[in-house]
């Protein structure tokens, strides 16, 4: 499984767009990189999933250069319901999901 | 539709004491994953499923943690003579399976278990 490293926290002003990065040097190539978001008091909640390039969905984009050793989480326009710990995972087919500790995100008024 | 759901949602009970902790995964999902989850930690995994098989079960802390799935819908995850170590969140989720592919993961509110 390929290991991935983020930042511990971020702030933010509500209406910022709030951009993760996550490392991940030793991805396979049949690997996906995968988002998790979990608000306080609840289970994880999937957000996006991507391999090369661009993804966008309602909630979010995600970026990843050509070498997908990194890849960004992009949160446009936050706001104060945005405030969640931010997973990148890199999971390997019908696998259990490694979590790390995750990006504390803390959006401010 | 219905998502998973876990019940209980908070169990305390005294050292010593067996409990045990049901998932009830979203249906026809065929993958069933159980996690436990520290404060300020991500989940940890513990033992999944796929249908009624008990795929691996290499996250299990001891002995005294079992999980069964026998139906290869509800599953059961037991802790035998609980230690106040045992204290945490557990955490069920559960996915559709299909083959090569990486599946999103619906995880439950989880069962708040303290040990006294």
């Known amino acids: 499984l390929a290991k991935t490293t983020q930042p511990i926290s971020m702030d933010s002003y509500e209406g910022q767009e709030v951009n993760i990065t996550c490392s991940h040097n030793?991805?396979?190539?049949?690997?996906?990189i995968t988002w998790y978001q979990q608000f306080p008091s609840q289970g994880p909640r999937f957000i996006i999933q991507g391999y090369k390039t661009k993804v966008t969905n309602e909630v979010a984009s995600l970026f990843i250069p050509a070498d997908r050793k990194s890849s960004t989480l992009s949160l446009p326009r936050v706001s104060l319901s945005d405030t969640a710990v931010y997973y990148c995972?890199?999971?390997?087919?019908?696998?259990?999901?490694?979590f790390g500790k995750g990006t504390r995100l803390s959006v401010i008024a | 539709g219905a998502g998973v759901s876990q019940s209980p949602r908070y169990k305390v009970t005294k050292r010593g004491q067996d409990v045990a902790l049901r998932c009830d995964p979203i249906s026809g999902h065929v993958s069933l994953y159980w996690y436990r989850q520290a404060l300020g930690q991500g989940p940890e995994f513990l033992t999944y499923f796929n249908y009624e098989a008990q795929q691996d079960k290499s996250g299990l802390p001891n002995d005294r943690f079992s999980a069964e799935r026998p139906e290869g819908s509800i599953s059961t995850l037991t802790i035998q003579r609980t230690e106040q170590r045992d204290s945490a969140m557990y955490r069920c989720?559960?996915?559709?399976?299909?083959?090569?592919?990486?599946?999103?993961?619906?995880f439950g509110p989880g069962t708040r278990l303290t040990v006294l």
């Open positions: 030793n991805i396979a190539t049949n690997d996906y």
């Open positions: 995972l890199v999971p390997s087919g019908n696998t259990p999901l490694v």
């Open positions: 989720a559960s996915s559709s399976w299909t083959s090569g592919s990486t599946d999103t993961q619906y």
